[in-house]
């Protein structure tokens, strides 16, 4: 899988603009082949700051959304931006999910039996 981050500081007086453009790239993204998931966050500190994430099977898909008109759209905001767009690409491996955070705190977390004494006692 990859993961793409990609990180715009829009100038103030076209935040807007960047992120109606950002939304309006949703739901056509979350279709093209080979993309996992596609989130757009704010940052709480400067609201002129997004961060988009990406997931995709392979780095084929990912090469082929860059080659796309809909990524070009994206390359295009940089006239909005207060600085250069950033974007990083990182390669995953394998994934660990809750039973890894069990595993690491000697618990069960997930044990229905803790978990009703827990909310009994609350």
Known sequence: MIIVRTIMTALPEKQKEVLQTLLSMIDPLEKEKGCLSYAILSDIEDTN??????????????????????????????CLLSEPLQIKIATVAEFEGMEAVCSIRKKELLDPAVLTTKNASL
């Open 49 to 78: 700051v997004f961060n988009l994430f990406s997931e995709w099977e392979t780095r084929r898909h990912l090469d082929q959304h860059m080659k796309s008109d809909r990524f070009g759209i994206l390359l295009g905001t940089k």
